[in-house]
């Protein structure tokens, strides 16, 4: 089994920066893809950010330039490093990791006042 948890959620201005982590424990040979997910109050959950094991990344439109994804594999680990926060980034915050099947964290709640 594969464990999965999220943490760096938190209330920050609009504006303001918030860094997200994401850990796997357990069962791992190798993690594959990591991804983060956000969903809003009503809304579907919608893919944030992906980095491959190569390091390739890919963004939603609605952060590029803003949100930086990040990985570091020695420590099964996946970052978020979120910028210039605006108040519809609030949401819940999943991390999606990859090994032989998709393990989901639990999430960890942002919340962006203006």
């Known amino acids: 089994q594969v464990q999965v948890v999220e943490s760096g959620g938190g209330l920050v201005q609009a504006g303001g920066s918030l860094r997200l982590s994401c850990s796997a424990s357990?069962?791992?040979?190798?993690?594959?893809?990591m991804e983060w997910y956000r969903q809003a109050p009503g809304k579907q959950r919608e893919l944030v950010a992906t980095?491959?094991?190569?390091?390739?990344?890919n963004y939603a439109d609605s952060v590029k330039g803003r949100f930086t994804i990040s990985r570091d594999n020695a420590k099964n680990t996946v970052y978020l490093q979120m910028n210039s926060l605006k108040p519809e980034d609030t949401a819940v915050y999943y991390c999606?990791?990859?090994?032989?099947?998709?393990?989901w964290g639990q999430g960890t709640q942002v919340t962006v006042s203006s």
């Open positions: 999606r990791v990859t090994v032989r099947r998709d393990y």
């Open positions: 980095i491959t094991t190569g390091s390739y990344t």
């Open positions: 357990g069962r791992i040979f190798r993690i594959n893809t």
